[in-house]
């Protein structure tokens, strides 16, 4: 190991360890779990795109001393400061509260006795600890409160609950506790001082309330305080805050003025401040972090020659276009919206932007798009900022709250089985003894809720991930098919666009964009040369987690070790004679990855068996399963619409796949000459794709089946493309 890698290690452990470390105090950075807006963004947004841009600034010596410093005062917060912020604790009844039962949520597992930590106002219900608040039908509901029958905002609407408060609080001379609550039936707040002295906290409902207390300040300035309320209703709000002589209010989770338990009693003020300046240096030490991170990262790119100002312009108005569409559009009464939740403004900007920086390099040559090893960097600055713009503007409300998810839905279910995995603990079980729900994506859902606490912002977030890697993974998958970078940019467009625009479920709550990934990203594996039994493994592993999230996909996850052969061009019996020769020559390859899939396809059976009593891929007379051969299957898949519809609101989704994917079987039988530099290993995962689906009926939230199928159709037209341009250029030239 060289000195730059160790160095790289060494950062990436500390800034790990940096960001699960819980520092006590109130902070941005405040550890596991990442829930506050600002852990949520840097970890989801920022530290990626960072990693992606500038991964090198790791290996510095700068980045390992300020990452050792930042962690080194991380420690001392972690094992000396008091813990910020009141205890909270829900029950489903009165009698439930007093004896100390408690509804668990995604912080209970992080600490065993309380539903949240309150360190901030709860100005909406959504912000109450009520992530089990999940109804499967309009029927019936399998939370543990009071939900009646009905519509969805009927059901929360409905939903009740006992809330128990406790904590202490250190109050500045001169002030009085006072909380502000919505939306209760009861209410009690007391404290007690260290000298045994009873209050009663003064509980109003508007602010305006306040000016009509008389009570003077406590001359006790610290208290133990302990309360409950019922809530009910659909306005809530919990907002405790400090008003001094002159009516002034304040926060009571700055300054060190909120506390978990008496710990925080026994440091005098010059300790305590000593640790909340420690805080505050963390949090603004590690915006300094990033910022010069990101400052050293635009430098090398620019030095690179990878970043330029074309690229910036173009950028910049892929990200701003969707807004001035919006803005048009509602001056035109074509929709009400000022904002723009349509995603199809945002796939008419990505497009202007890559023509306009397409039309750039053919005006000045000197900043066109030629060379390859970078071309996957100038994609991601070019397209990220509009994309990660726009869908975080699109999901904010999703911070710090939980998400209402519409009921007999299937990202509703992935819930469900995500709260029996983390807090029920039914790690193999996850939900369904024997898997009704052919789809391990419920892991998934279980991994960003165990990070990210109750808000789904960071799930849905991931589907934007796997568009932009994907659309990475077809620029070098392109590149490698002897594509120029020109071809190579255009399919990725070509990619992208469709699949903001087209495939409407993004970020829903689905499996799709995470099985495409996986599956893709084994692909780009194994297309690597030279091949060796790690990468074919580590693909057969990738490939595995992309049918698990997707069992249907065992199709294209084995069609994906055709990549292992370089296909040549030629006529038909000559590329399948080249094809079945390199499959004898690579034969132990094709065997570690087939049995890879093979044993992933078995411990899903043995999981079946000794889990739920029936060994098979699925529960037993799955009604998935057709006698039939259902070719209206393929229709769904190449147009996103069921037949006999025809395809008018996916037409450009219809005009990738149709084309992309027919021409590619094409040809696997006839090879006119502009297919006759086609890859085979490409017709072949393509009818690995299709095959299954001739047996499985699939219904619901199209066009989420041709999601897998976009990246191999943009592929294949951008190949196609490809080839047609350099023959027609070959004959000019002639």
Known sequence: MNTQNFKFILSFVFLTFFLILSSGVSGWFDGLPWSNTVETLTLIIFIPCLFIIGRHFLSTKSSVIFLATLLILKLTLHLGAPLSGWKVRVAPNLKGLENGELIKTYFTIWENDVSAILKKEWDDKKE????????????????????????????????????????????????????????????????????????????????????????????????????????????????PFLVDRDGNIKSIFENGISWQDGSALDLNDGELETYLFLGKLINYGFLVFLLIWFIWSIQHLWIQKILSTPIVICSLLGAVLPWFMAYFASLLSLFRLPYPLNPQYLAISIFLAGVGILGFSYWRPEFSLDKENNLHKKVFLLFAPALLSYFTFRWWPDLEHISLWTLRD???????????????????????????????????????????????????????????????????????????????????????????????????????????????????????????????????????????????????????????INSKEGTVAFVWKNFLHAVRSNWKFFAVYLTTLGLGLLAIILRNGFVGGHFGFVSPGHPNFSGDLLWSNWYLLLTGEPWPNFPINTMLLTLVLLPGTLLGLIALIWRPRPLARFPLSISIILLGLLSPYLFLHIWGYPPRYSTQLLPLAALSLGIIFGNFSSSVGTKKRA
């Open 128 to 239: 109450f600890p009520i992530d089990w608040f999940i109804p499967l039908s309009e029927e019936s509901s399998t939370t543990p409160t009071n939900i009646v029958a009905g519509t969805l905002e009927e059901k929360l609407e409905k939903l009740s609950l006992w809330m128990n408060v406790e904590g202490v609080v250190r109050l500045p001379q001169g002030t009085q506790l006072i909380v502000l609550v919505q939306g209760t039936k009861f209410e009690e707040l007391n404290a007690v001082s260290l000298d045994g002295e009873k209050f009663s906290i003064p509980i109003v409902h508007q602010l305006a309330e306040v000016k009509e207390l008389d009570k003077p300040p406590s001359p006790a300035r610290s208290r133990a305080i302990s309360g409950k309320f019922k809530y009910l209703g659909n306005n809530w709000a919990f907002h």
């Open 410 to 564: 299937d990202w509703t279910t992935y819930q469900n089985f995500s709260r029996a995995i983390v807090i029920e603990g039914q790690w193999l079980q996850a939900g369904e003894p024997v898997l009704h729900t052919p789809s391990q994506y419920r892991y998934i859902v279980a991994f960003f809720h165990w990070l990210f606490g109750p808000s789904a912002f960071s799930q849905r977030f991931s589907d934007i991930w796997f568009t932009v890697g994907t659309s990475i993974i077809l620029v070098h998958m392109a590149i490698r098919f002897g594509l120029s970078t020109f071809m190579a940019f255009l399919t990725s467009l070509l990619f992208l666009c469709v699949a903001i625009g087209d495939l409407n479920h993004i970020g829903d709550g689905l499996a799709e964009y995470a099985a495409m990934f996986f599956a893709m990203f084994a692909g780009f594996i194994l297309f690597k040369w030279p091949t060796n039994y790690i990468r074919v493994l580590i693909a057969g592993s990738f490939a595995t987690i992309g049918f698990w999230l997707h069992l249907d996909r065992i199709g294209v996850a084995g069609g994906m070790a055709c990549f292992l």
